[in-house]
Structures are given as C-alpha cells and as structure tokens.
C-alpha cells in the first residue's frame, strides 16, 4: 500500500540557517503530494502541494519537488525565521476519488533567534 | 469566506461514554473527511462524506461512524469510549471529490477520555 517515511524530528536550527526535511513515498500510480504545517495549537495548514512529477511547490519561501526517480518530496527553506518554529508534515493521495491521505508522523521544526 | 469550524474545541468524556463532534465546512466544499491524531503521531484517516454518503474509511471500528447534512456540515460519533480514543480529532473540507482539491482543516476538538 502507499506509505510517507519522513526524517525524526526534532529538528533545531538557529534564525537564517538552511532547513532540508526529507520525506519519501511509495505509492503505484500518479500521487499527489502535500507538506502541511501544524503550528502549536492550531489545525494543520496546507504549505505547498505537488501533483505531476518534477512539480515544484512553493509557498512562504518553502520549496519542495516532486521526484519520481527517487520517490522524494523534500521540504527546503533557504533562511529560516522563529516563526517558522512548527510541526511540518508530509503526505500523500493516490490517483483515485477517495480523498484519503497517507501521513508520515511529522518532523517538529524550532528555530531559535 | 469562512473556514472550517469545529466543536467543541476541548472534551472529556469517562471511559463507556459517547460522544459527538462538529464540524462546519468551507463554504461551497462538499466533501469533509475526519481525521485522528495521537499526541505525537501524523493523523489517521477515519473516514470522508462526499454529498451526504460516507465514501472512503479508514481502519477504525465501527463505534466510530459520521452524518454529513445537506449543508455539507458533518458529524463524528464515537460509542463505547476507550482510553486509546484520546486524540485529536480533525475535520478537513474540500471543494470537490477531485484528488487535486486540497484539503482545509479546522483546528481540531481536542478530546481526553478518563
């Protein structure tokens, strides 16, 4: 079945540094692939969205690229803020009508000033 | 336009006890989908109402079960409480039944079982 493996958090990084999270999949057919943000005590948000292979989504200075030859969807900022300081999901949805997604477990972003 | 909207925001309920949560969808979205998340866990889809009839579930048993009204607003019922119920629940609209749609979340009913 479709599956999102993404990396352990948590991640801790200090204000204007690089952030690379890595998520892969597997999945048969075209998925669409989603990073969503959960800030602390809200729902989650969608951040960026990618449908087709070699996609890029972007959102907030977030970028992520649908890879299909190596099953990766990685979330990058080039400069992070304090305010970026949140849980960041990776998911997926098959192909098909049902609306479904398949989650990794999250990866807990902090940045410290 | 207003976002998704969910009841209560915190609950807690005894072990054996029922339970039921709402949500408001979107304005326009037909399609709502629920979902569990542990403390520290992604969430679990349980299961997603498109025009008023359920049409996708997830793993869970059949103590959890769900209305969709003719505004597209929803309901998660949960019968028989167990401790292991303790989540968040989330609610998540869509414009249409389309796997291009994106999801919007409410902030989740937060609900504790003693």
């Known amino acids: 079945g479709n599956s999102v493996t993404q990396m352990e958090g948590p991640v801790t990084l200090s204000e204007e540094a690089f952030l690379t999270i890595n998520c892969t999949y597997t999945a048969t057919g075209y998925p669409s692939l989603f990073w969503y943000v959960q800030y602390p005590g809200e729902g989650l948000q969608l951040l960026l969205k990618a449908t087709k292979a070699d996609d890029k989504g972007s959102n907030k200075g977030f970028e992520a690229t649908y890879r299909k030859e190596t099953t990766s969807f990685h979330l990058e900022k080039g400069s992070v803020q304090v305010s970026d300081s949140a849980v960041y999901f990776c998911?997926?949805?098959?192909?098909?009508?049902?609306?479904?997604?398949?989650w990794g477990l999250g990866t807990s972003l902090a940045v410290n000033p | 336009e207003t976002g998704v909207t969910q009841s209560p925001t915190h609950l807690i309920k005894t072990r054996g006890q029922q339970v039921t949560l709402r949500c408001s969808s979107q304005s326009g979205h037909n399609t709502v989908s629920w979902y569990q998340q542990a403390l520290g866990q992604g969430p679990q889809f349980i299961f997603q109402y498109y025009r008023e009839e359920e049409n996708g579930r997830g793993n869970f048993p059949p103590r959890f079960s769900g209305l969709q009204f003719p505004n597209y607003s929803s309901e998660l019922n949960v019968n028989a409480l167990e401790l292991d119920d303790s989540a968040l629940y989330l609610c998540?609209?869509?414009?249409?039944?389309?796997?291009?749609?994106?999801?919007?979340f409410g902030n989740g009913t937060r609900l504790t079982v003693t």
């Open positions: 998911a997926l949805r098959g192909d098909g009508n049902n609306r479904k997604l398949i």
């Open positions: 998540a609209s869509s414009l249409q039944q389309g796997y291009n749609s994106p999801l919007h």
